[in-house]
């Protein structure tokens, strides 16, 4: 199943929620500047409470008209910073606003924010730490830190902060979203879904709960539901790419492929861009022949993200089925120099190589899938075949028995097992699997055909 895509209660909403913070500091701004105006008045005298004497005064620690406004100032422009991406200018100028030593909770969530964006998370974290400690009731504070610990893979914490956010602000949706992210990715999707529906109980029109309950039931194999909630997300929000991508992906396992297709061609509408939905609907061009489609989508998420393994090995197999198999084991290869640990890749170049005769280089590459995964059946089978081209039965057979203990109940992997030693002029060692395979799958006329052709090879008649 594909990886389903989340959005909201990581960086990106977080920068939205420091900015909703602007009008809260101007108003604690001009309070103050008000009570710093305010004089006492003693025996008909009016005494201010200057620099030379504070006595009779209010609290002396109380900021300035000019430091409140210079505060501001560097407020103000460290948001516009952080909106138009310069994200170390953002930093200096929260920094300059923390150093006059005011409303320095909600500075140190804004620059918190920005040294995440630089990817500087040491320094978000202390921050956010920095900022709940000052103003123990800021929820915003929990919440921007619980979902930095999502993506320090720190789930447990997350969720601690996400549930103290939930305490002190009992509405907040992004509260609520953000826990449920990080209780889907736990597999707790029980209380996950439950996260998301209160989310949108509470706020019906916020698209982010919506596709985030669609991938807690993608992720369960509840198609049907998660379409529903991707819909329902873009119905909400148009222009939202991810509820169009992950509701492809929903189509995808049910076999809609046409649907599929047009949902990631929206996601690409509004982001022609997006790697992620050329490399799905390239995958789904291959599946349909469509490879020359297929081959161009494959090519364009290359070039925008040149370290996407996933797109060579893919582009790798289109090429492999229009027959150009030097240019799909240049693909392979280039998939496996971005990820040495990429099995599948392996495999997949050494059926290229044994397609090309070069059955030597095949057996080499299964052998490495193999390592890597003992488990992974397609290598074992592959280097059977290889090995009966190369003369020598009695280790294919050694590997397809392994296929047959990885997968005892297949009736395919029998069969093929069948084909490769039949075809190889082995046909008394195929018979036992041909039959394997009319047993476990007795309306497959397919295995029925090849167990008569067999027998009849033999002299014998089932």
């Not at 229009?322 to 050494?350: E, H, P």
């Not at 009319?438 to 008569?452: H, K, N, T």
Request: some cysteine.
């Amino acid at each position: 199943m594909m990886r389903s895509v989340d959005h909201g209660g990581r960086l990106g909403s977080n920068v939205c929620i420091v900015f909703g913070w602007a009008s809260a500091f101007a108003v604690l701004a001009l309070v103050a500047t008000a009570q710093a105006r305010e004089s006492s008045d003693i025996g008909g005298a009016t005494r201010s409470c200057g620099v030379e004497s504070s006595v009779g005064c209010g609290n002396p620690e109380q900021p300035s008209e000019r430091e409140l406004i210079e505060q501001f100032g560097h407020w103000e422009k460290g948001k516009a910073h952080l909106k138009q991406g310069r994200f170390k200018e953002a930093v200096e100028a929260f920094t300059s606003a923390i150093q006059i030593g005011h409303n320095a909770g909600v500075l140190y969530l804004a620059r918190g924010n920005a040294y995440r964006q630089l990817g500087q998370l040491d320094m978000a974290l202390s921050d956010y730490s920095d900022a709940i400690r000052i103003e123990p009731y800021l929820s915003n504070g929990y919440i921007s830190r619980g979902s930095l610990y999502r993506e320090i893979n720190k789930p447990e914490l997350a969720i601690s902060d996400y549930d103290e956010a939930i305490r002190l602000d009992p509405g907040s949706v992004f509260s609520y979203n953000g826990r449920g992210n990080v209780k889907r990715e736990l597999g707790q999707y029980e209380g996950a879904i439950a996260d998301y529906s209160e989310a949108i109980r509470l706020n019906p029109k916020y698209a982010f709960a919506f596709n985030g309950r669609g991938n807690a039931y993608q992720e369960q194999g509840e198609f049907d539901l998660a379409i529903l909630d991707y819909t329902k997300a873009i119905e909400v929000q148009p222009n939202y790419q991810l509820p169009y991508l992950n509701r492809g992906n929903a189509q995808r396992e049910l076999g809609r492929r046409e649907n599929a297709i047009s949902d990631y061609s929206e996601a690409l509408r509004i982001n022609p861009n997006s790697v992620s939905a050329l490399n799905n609907r390239g995958n789904l061009y291959r599946e349909l022949g469509e490879l020359a489609l297929a081959v161009s989508d494959f090519s364009r998420a290359i070039e925008l993200s040149s370290t996407f393994a996933f797109a060579f090995n893919n582009r790798g197999r289109a090429y492999r089925e229009q027959g150009k198999l030097q240019l799909a084991i240049a693909d392979y290869s280039q998939a496996i120099n971005l990820d040495s640990s990429y099995i599948v890749a392996y495999n997949n170049r050494g059926n290229a190589y044994l397609q090309d005769g070069q059955v030597t280089l095949a057996i080499a590459d299964y052998d490495q899938a193999i390592g890597l995964d003992p488990g992974f059946v397609e290598a074992f089978m592959a280097r059977g075949m290889a090995m009966l081209q190369l003369g020598s039965p009695a280790s294919a057979k050694a590997d397809f028995e392994q296929v047959v203990k990885l997968q005892p109940s297949n009736a395919t992997y029998h069969r093929r097992i069948a084909e490769s030693l039949f075809s190889g002029g082995h046909a008394a060692e195929a018979l036992p699997y041909a039959r394997k395979a009319v047993e476990l799958d007795g309306a497959d006329q397919s295995s029925a055909r090849l167990l008569s052709e067999i027998l009849a090879s033999m002299g014998e008649v089932d």
